[in-house]
């Protein structure tokens, strides 16, 4: 059984950075592709960030620039490092693999 679990937010002043950890288990997480999404109140939930299993990276244009998706296969988990942030990244962001989803982990940006 899939498990995935995301952790490391918290609240940050605009223009702060915070890295987001998503650990999986259950799986073969190197020949897994990991996603990470939010969903801000009042929107439905959006991808912002992939990694394959040969490490191709993609970003959402809302993200690119400011934000870095990684992995590392040997601790089964992908990180999501979260630069330049403002208050319209104020989500929850969650984590995928292999249409698992983790609890959410919230990012509140605010003065």
């Known amino acids: 059984q899939v498990r995935v679990v995301e952790s490391g937010g918290g609240l940050v002043r605009p223009g702060g950075s915070l890295r987001l950890s998503c650990t999986v288990s259950?799986?073969?997480?190197?020949?897994?592709?990991i996603s990470w999404y939010r969903q801000a109140p009042g929107k439905e939930r959006e991808l912002i960030s992939l990694?394959?299993?040969?490490?191709?990276?993609w970003y959402a244009d809302s993200v690119k620039g400011r934000f870095r998706i990684s992995r590392d296969n040997d601790a089964d988990t992908a990180y999501l490092q979260m630069n330049s942030l403002a208050p319209e990244d104020t989500a929850v962001y969650y984590c995928?693999?292999?249409?698992?989803w983790g609890q959410g982990t919230q990012v509140t940006v605010s003065s």
């Open positions: 990694v394959t299993t040969i490490d191709t990276k």
């Open positions: 259950g799986v073969s997480f190197g020949n897994s592709e």
């Open positions: 995928n693999c292999r249409k698992t």
